[in-house]
Structures are given as C-alpha cells and as structure tokens.
C-alpha cells in the first residue's frame, strides 16, 4: 500500500511536527484531501494527500517530530469485507518502515515536493513493536485551527464538548471561551475590538505542581535562532523620536469614509506603511543587505515590507511583496489579508521569504516604544508605539499653546556596519514628517 512520506514544504525544511490528524483510520480519502496539519519552523501547514482509498494507518503521533522523507501515513484502496471465518483473522502484522519493500508497493510522492531522508527513516521511537502508532478514535475528532487547539488547552476546555459554529462543524475561539464562561461574558469577548489584544490564558497545572515546561520546536525555536543570529551579527543601534500625529488620525477617519476605501480596513498602521516606503525612497540603505561572505552591501530595488506578527506559536514576520509598487488601497488589501493569516496560523514560508525592511506594532500591546532586533538578513526595522492623547504644545511665539494631541513614539534599530546614524536619523525623521502632517508625502 502507498505510504505517503513527509515532503519538503519549504526551502531546506529538515523536520516538521506533527500538529493534527485530519482524518482517522478507516476513512476514505481523495487526492489532495487534506490529511493533516504540520508545524515547520516557519508556519503551520495543511499537507494533501497524493493517494485516494482508505486510510490503513496513521504511522506517528500528533505532538511527534519527524525528518523529512519519513513516511506518515498509509492509504490504500478500500478493502471489501472479510467472508465469515470459524477463527479469527490474524492480526496484520505492522510494516517495518525501515523496510519499504516489504509494503509490496511502490513509493509515495507528494504534491508538494518530495525529499527521502538517507539512510532510511528516522524518528522517535513510537510505541512498543505489533501495537498501531495511533488507534483510531471511538468518535469522531473535533476540528479545530491549531491556534484554538492551544487555547483550549490552556484553558483546560475539552473540544469534544464544545458546539462548534464555524464553517463545516468548525470549533472556533468564541466557541472556547463560550465554554467556560456565560453568554453575558461571550457577548463582551466577540463585541471587542480586534486592535485590543487578547488576555492570555494561565497555563493550565496539577496541583501543587510548580514548573511546567514546554519543548522548544517549530516556529518558536525558528524565531530564537534567529534573535540571536542577527542579535550578535549585526550591531545594532537604536534612535527615537516622539511626535504629534493627530493630522494622522484625521486622515484615517477620511479615508475610512472615501468610496475607494470602504470595503477594506483602514488603520494608522496603513499611513506609517506609506511613509516607511517613501522614506526608504529617499534613504535606500535601509533597504539593503550586508553580505559577509562576498564583502558587498546589496541595495534592493524593491522593497518587501514586513509585518512582525504575534502569534499564539511564537513571532512571524510575513512581507507585502513589491509593496514600493502598490497603491493605498492595494497596500490596505495586502496589510489585511497579512493579518488576517498570520493571526490564523497560516502564514506560509514563501510569505516569510526575502523580506527587505520590517515594521513592528508594539502599540497594539499598550507600549509606548522599544529596541528591535533586526530581522536577520535586513538593516532596518521600525518600531511604532501606541497612539495616544496628551498634553502637547503647538503654535510658535505668542501662538503658543498646550492642547490634547494624538503623540507616538518611534523607533528604528539599524546595522550599524554599513548605516550611520546620520542615514538612521534621516529615515526616521522623513517616516516622522509625513505622519506629523501627511501632505508632505505630495514632496517626497
């Protein structure tokens, strides 16, 4: 029988791990059925199935780690009902899978590439030898994203008793926390604004229990790496600025109204996009690369801007492709759908691939600024904090006055072996001058 074999969903992808089962043993598949949701080091991903029939055996565990080549999952065609016997059958004996000859058929591919791992598989070790990987269930699964799974479990819920109202029987969060709290508290949760995040849950213990620690894999230990790469390969160095944005807000509020821009969302994070790439229009070192190996600064003619995302598995950083090339409402589309497939979980490694220069809205959590880390592979990265009314003084002479402004806080970290703080200081004064009064933007 066709045993299906992790693929290689991303570029270099080593090991990914196993998130979902999509279907059981027993149920009938066909091709590019989805079969089960990975976790690489970059996002989560639904895998298809190449094969159609019926699935005979689920090969590793939700929550195990695989290496890419490592088969599965076995689908076969259906096989008809046994004729009536005085004895039982014998029981099939399980498939050595270091051993693919012994399946008596021929190797899987995938749909979405294919990479053997040599040596034969290799994986934890799975439960003792004659005893299935994974039993089938008594019911039937609840079907749930990753993000709602993780939510439910820190929140102690079972998903089995949740009612679900998504789309096909899907559990969504609201169905969760309506499941551990009244229709009142529900009511509050859904009517909240999207921009306001949201509490996190305490994680769920036994008593008396004091630690509880969590392996460090996919997307979180992805991001680490990361961190630490760029921390201590690049010097980076930080510089602020503080400044009234209220023409700003007011600008939102217009264009929230404008035919053109109706249907799609508008936030103060569009306007700070915009004055990023005309500012990089006018500071192109921060949207270029050092390369150690060939001793060149590369300067892009593009910029694919990025939008670190919070996620419930750690920190993604998504780019709007070509987003020098876009105009505002093309520019709001691509920022919404970005978003809205981060907050999801989907976010694919394409999506995350050949970013040029990141923003980070650490204003959504209350914070007024911060030091960013640079995104590695990149030289600059701007950090927006959270717009708020204060006390500001305006007007010049014996027009001085204080009123109530809407003021944020910005703050670019760049490399400092190739930007100066002069060419730092420039950008983040131009991203500055066209949110303090926006029509500045008509002389850049």
């Known amino acids: 029988m066709p045993e299906y074999k992790l693929p290689d969903v991303g570029e270099g992808l080593t090991e990914a791990d196993i998130v979902a089962w999509r279907v059981k043993v027993g149920d009938t598949v066909k091709v590019n059925d989805v079969v089960v949701e990975i976790e690489t080091a970059k996002s989560v991903v639904e895998l298809p199935s190449p094969y159609a029939g019926e699935v005979t055996a689920l090969m590793v565990e939700e929550g195990e780690t695989v290496v890419v080549g490592t088969p599965i999952i076995r689908i076969g065609e259906a096989a008809p009902a046994p004729a009536p016997t005085p004895a ?41 030898t004659g005893t299935p990987a994974v039993e089938a269930p008594t019911d039937v699964r609840a079907l749930a994203k990753p993000p709602v799974r993780k939510l439910a479990k820190d929140l102690g819920v079972d998903l089995q008793a949740v009612v679900p109202t998504g789309d096909g029987g899907t559990v969504t969060r609201d169905d969760v926390l309506a499941a551990t709290s009244d229709a009142s508290a529900t009511s509050h949760e859904t009517a909240a604004p999207s921009s306001t995040p949201a ?15 969590e392996p460090i894999k996919g997307v979180r230990r992805a991001m680490g790496q990361a961190m630490v790469d760029s921390a201590f390969s690049a010097p980076h160095v930080t510089v602020w600025k503080t400044l009234d944005v209220t023409r700003t807000m007011e600008l939102v509020e217009r264009l929230r109204g404008h035919r053109e ?23 192109p070192l921060l949207n270029s690369t050092w390369d150690e190996t060939a001793g060149e600064v590369v300067l892009k003619h593009y910029v694919n801007l990025g939008i670190a995302a919070a996620t419930p598995r750690g920190l993604v950083v998504p780019n709007i492709k070509d987003a020098d090339a876009l105009g505002l409402r093309d520019l709001a589309v691509a920022l919404g759908a970005l978003t809205a497939t981060a907050r999801e979980g989907r976010t694919s490694p394409a999506d995350m691939a050949g970013g040029s220069f990141t923003i980070t809205n650490v204003g959504v959590f209350g914070m007024d600024a911060g030091t960013p880390i ?38 670019i970290s760049f490399d400092h072996r190739h930007v100066d703080g002069e060419t730092g200081s420039r950008f983040l004064a131009d991203v500055a001058a066209v949110l303090e009064d926006p029509a500045l933007a008509l002389m850049f």
Do not use: Y
Request: hydrophobic share 35%; proline share 10%; no cysteine.
């Open 374 to 411: 640079l995104n590695p592979g990149e030289s600059g990265i701007l950090a927006v904090g959270a717009i708020e009314r204060r006390p500001w003084v305006v007007g010049t002479g014996a027009e001085e006055r204080i009123e109530p402004r809407h003021v944020t806080t910005l703050a």
């Open 261 to 283: 821009l109706r249907d799609v969302k508008v936030t103060p994070l569009l306007v700070v996009a915009k004055a990023v790439l005309l500012a990089l229009g006018r500071q």
């Open 199 to 213: 509490p996190t849950a305490r994680p769920s213990r036994a008593p008396g229990e004091r630690e509880t620690r």
């Open 88 to 128: 039982p059958a014998p029981a099939q004996p399980e498939i050595d899978p270091s051993n693919p000859g012994a399946t008596g058929g021929g190797e899987g591919e995938s749909l979405v590439g294919r990479a053997k791992a040599e040596g034969g598989s290799t994986r934890r070790k799975r439960k003792a």
